[in-house]
């Protein structure tokens, strides 16, 4: 897989002082292999995205509910 991406500065998780929530773009990952989470969660930050990570469906919805993400990576096994 390769991914491209372009972001203004990436050099933190910036966040609203007002709400404490991240001003980045939100990824919501769920992924329940740790080699690919590790390597996916390292490209998106360094390309400005605030991602949250987790290894199963149940804690996924939890965090969605909670904050909702821009975007949502789920694995699938068909």
Known sequence: MFLN???ADTSNDLTDSASNKPT???VLMVE?????S????????????HVIDTDNGQD???QA???PPGLLLVEVHT
């Open 65 to 67: 509910r909670q904050s």
């Open 24 to 26: 980045n773009p939100v």
């Open 32 to 36: 329940d292999h740790q080699d690919a």
């Open 38 to 49: 590790l390597g996916l969660k390292q490209v998106l930050k360094l390309n400005g995205y």
């Open 5 to 7: 991406m372009h972001w």
């Open 60 to 62: 996924a919805v939890r």
